[in-house]
C-alpha cells in the first residue's frame, strides 16, 4: 500500500493560481505508474482533473482544466504537483491524488486507484 501526504492548497481570488504537492511513501514503479489528480465538489460526484503516467511520458487533463493545470512529477522526491493558474470559481473542490501501478485508465476511473491521498481543500472565490 502507497501513503500519499498531499499538501498546498487554500484560499485565492479568481484568476489566480495554486499548486497542489502529493508526496508518496514509495512509488510502485515510476516508469510504470500512473499518479491521477481528482475533485469533488459538494453534492457532486468525484472527478478526473488530470493524470501523470511515467514521469511524464504520458499526460492527461480534463477538458475543463486544460491549459490552466498542469501535472508534474519529480521522481527523487516522490512527488506529484499540480500547478493551477487562471484558477476560477467552478475549480472550487477538495481534491485528492491517488496512485495506481501501470497505464492511466481510459476516463481516468477513480474505482481502479487503490491508494488515495487525504484531500485538499481549494476555494476560489470571484
Known amino acids: 500500500q502507497v501513503q500519499l501526504v498531499q499538501s498546498g492548497g487554500g484560499s485565492v481570488q479568481a484568476g489566480g493560481s495554486l499548486r497542489l504537492s502529493c508526496a508518496a511513501s514509495?512509488?510502485?514503479?515510476?516508469?510504470?505508474?500512473?499518479m491521477g489528480w481528482f475533485r469533488q465538489a459538494p453534492g457532486k460526484e468525484r472527478e478526473a482533473v488530470a493524470g501523470i503516467w511515467s514521469s511524464g511520458r504520458e499526460t492527461f487533463y480534463a477538458d475543463s482544466v486544460k491549459g490552466r493545470f498542469i501535472t508534474s512529477q519529480d521522481n527523487a522526491k516522490n512527488t506529484v504537483y499540480l500547478q493551477m493558474n487562471s484558477l476560477k470559481p467552478e475549480d472550487t473542490a477538495m481534491y485528492y491524488c491517488?496512485?495506481?501501478?501501470?497505464?492511466?485508465?481510459?476516463?481516468?476511473?477513480?474505482?481502479?486507484?487503490?491508494?488515495w491521498g487525504q484531500g485538499t481543500q481549494v476555494t476560489v472565490s470571484s
Open positions: 514509495t512509488f510502485p514503479d515510476s516508469n510504470n505508474s500512473c
Open positions: 491517488a496512485v495506481k501501478r501501470g497505464f492511466c485508465p481510459y476516463g481516468m476511473r477513480t474505482s481502479v486507484f487503490p491508494d
